[in-house]
């Protein structure tokens, strides 16, 4: 068994006027996870502990932790003091593997264990009440719902920002059978901070001198020839997870699929928050109407209109979303505040659970599509609150295709029609914003003008709008004579057949403002995308191909969204079979992305005529 470390002395944080003492938390195997717990004394008396999970360092601060537009990151001295001072304990604790924890780090799996025997542990303790609610954003989310499917019986409440899986397979590490590249660029990036590279300064200089941009030309990576292969833990997890295509055993570990452990999620209140640019938009949203339904205990929804985790901001990518877009000033004085208030509410410390709006989210839309003086288009938009999601007054509309490139409630009566392209997975479709986070230095989150330029990976001069590809089929309505509110999930049924036994198609929906003196070709603002693998149109489970030429009928879901296209606009949806550096490129072989070696070119077809009516379902409300 693993040698205890030394007990520690509290030390006084006499700025913060608080006491820290550094915990070593063991674990059902034995292995110990530092922490720190922050508390009013060095002898400090029962009361609720928060406790939060990171991986990043339980002391360093994080960009995602900002509470005011106006002001600095706090530290996580700071952020924790602030609660001390609101009646709270907090502890903050590395994950196993990383910082001062001891075990090895595989990404995202050992939370669940870990995290539950943590809870249990704080609760046990003299200076806790009985009560541990847990927060955090984004790992330390999903480390909230891996916890939660071990059933931790002193669990009681969970703030949850960006993240918390409902299906790692559905969103966040694949979508429609794809695999999300932004796994590729964490690990990189987390692999350079390892303790491994720590300690070993050539590991260290091995990353300086790798520019990860090249590497995504030479995928798939093999293990030993790929830029992790000094650090061999991240590189088998990574490669683990990408050669793990089909929805089998993999997927269903409690840790990455709470849909499938809802049933031993204590009942206890929760808060859901995400981004329409964030990539976790599916699992917050599928994670609120599960729990809204299956527990007595109430449940919250917050969407805004950021990026990951940057809800103190007024803008994503070049788009900006005027000032009522912060979350400070606006849903509440500061993010602290706001979390501190919703702990008050649901743990019975102050103010009614009751009396909290259900559904908080950002209808997008309402700006005048000029550029402001920071260089980004002015979109504007607004806060709404509802009981449910989607809204309440939302009804499901049919936009159907047509081959003349129109977008219309009505669909063709033709006998035969459609619209084919080649797809050369040597020549994928850039991807240009949407919701992506940790993908730099190679791709970034957030709202663009869809037409290339230099800061995108892919994009080649000319640099022409992505609608001019011969590859992407692009259907508009007429600019519309009045605003039309689009407010829920994101569906394309398509009726589809190709040259190849697999291959992709993508769907993304886009908001184009009419031209102006500052945007005199207008702007094509993309909203929400989806992809869909086609050998798993019968089932995720049972890959199965495509039979050349026939006609299949696939839905690709994309993210939900909420945005306002006001009159004049039009509403554009592009369809093609790559985004690529968010999604892995399909090869059209048939064979498994991580695997194979060749590549072919297929032609697409997606038909529209009377008997194959291929549409995309957006949840329409009358106009606010």
């Known amino acids: 068994m693993t040698q205890a470390p030394p007990v520690e ?8 006027q608080v006491w820290r003492q550094v915990l070593h938390i063991p674990v059902r195997d034995g292995i110990l996870l530092a922490a720190d717990l922050y508390a009013e004394g060095a002898d400090p008396s029962p009361r609720p502990v ?43 604790q590395d994950c196993r593997g990383r910082g001062d924890s001891q075990g090895t780090f595989v990404k995202y799996l050992n939370e669940g264990p870990d995290g539950a025997d943590t809870v249990e542990w704080i609760a046990a303790q003299p200076w806790c009440d009985g009560q541990v609610a847990m927060m ?5 989310a999903h480390a909230q719902t891996a916890a939660a499917a071990e059933a931790p019986g002193h669990l009681a409440a969970m703030f949850l920002d960006s993240g918390g899986f409902s299906s790692a397979y559905d969103a966040g590490m694949r979508m429609g059978g794809a695999f999300e590249l932004k796994q590729v660029t964490w690990a990189f990036r987390h692999g350079e901070e390892s303790p491994e590279a720590e300690r070993d300064p050539l590991i260290r200089a091995a990353f300086a001198r790798t520019d990860l941009r090249d590497w995504f030309s030479a995928m798939p990576w093999r293990a030993g020839t790929s830029p992790l292969r000094q650090v061999a833990d991240y590189e088998e997890y990574l490669l683990e997870q990408w050669r793990q295509d089909a929805f089998g055993a993999y997927w269903r570990q409690p840790a990455i699929y709470g849909r499938g452990s809802y049933a031993r999620f204590p009942d206890v209140p929760s808060l859901h928050m995400a981004s329409w640019y964030d990539p976790y938009v599916r699992s917050t949203i599928e994670n609120f109407t599960a729990l809204d339904r299956l527990k007595d205990s109430p449940a919250y929804l917050v969407m805004g209109p950021w990026t990951h985790g940057q809800r103190c901001v007024t803008y994503a990518g070049d788009v900006d979303f005027g000032p009522d877009a912060t979350l400070s000033d606006n849903l509440d004085a500061s993010y602290l505040a706001f979390r501190r ?47 449910q999601w989607p809204p309440t007054a939302a009804r499901e509309t049919a936009f159907y295709l ?46 663009f003008d869809q037409v290339p ?41 398509l009726f589809i057949s190709s040259s190849a036994p697999d291959t992709d198609f993508t769907v993304k929906l886009i908001d184009v403002h009419p031209p102006n003196e500052d945007y005199p070709h207008g702007f094509a603002m993309n909203l929400t995308e989806g992809i869909f693998r086609c050998r798993f149109h019968k089932s995720f489970e049972h890959p199965e191909p495509l039979s050349p030429g026939e006609v299949y009928e696939i839905r690709i879901p994309a993210p939900d969204t909420a945005n306002r296209f006001e009159a004049g606009h039009r509403l554009r949806v592009d369809i093609s079979s790559s985004d690529f550096p968010r999604f892995d490129v399909n090869s059209n072989t048939g064979e498994p992305e991580a695997l194979t070696r060749r590549k072919v070119v297929a032609t697409n077809r997606v038909h529209m005529d009377a008997a194959h009516p291929s549409a995309v379902l957006l949840w329409v409300r009358p106009d606010q």
């Open 9 to 16: 002395s509290p030390e006084h944080i006499a700025d913060q």
């Open 50 to 92: 928060i406790l939060e999970r990171t991986p990043y360092g339980r002391r360093a601060p994080r960009e995602s932790d900002q509470s005011r537009h106006d002001e600095p990151v706090p530290s996580p001295e700071q952020t924790s003091a602030y609660f001390v001072r609101a009646g709270y304990h907090v502890v903050r």
């Open 136 to 140: 955090g954003v984004s790992y330390s």
């Open 341 to 387: 208030r919703w702990f008050d509410a649901v743990l019975g410390r102050g103010g009614d659970p009751g009396a909290l709006p259900r559904v908080r989210y950002f209808l997008m839309g309402g700006g005048d599509g000029r550029r402001d003086e920071a260089g980004r288009m002015r979109h504007g938009g607004r806060w709404r609150t509802d009981s």
């Open 402 to 447: 047509h081959t003349s490139g129109e977008l219309t409630t009505l669909p063709q009566d033709a006998r035969e029609a459609w619209v084919e392209y080649d797809f050369d997975p040597d020549d994928p479709v850039p991807t240009l914003g949407g919701q992506v986070t940790s993908g730099e230095p190679v791709m970034v989150g957030g709202a």
């Open 453 to 493: 330029d230099v800061r995108f990976h892919g994009a080649r001069e000319p640099y022409l709008p992505l609608n001019s590809r011969p590859d992407v089929i692009s259907l508009t309505t007429p600019p519309l004579t009045e605003p039309l509110t689009v407010t829920g999930p994101v569906t394309a049924r």
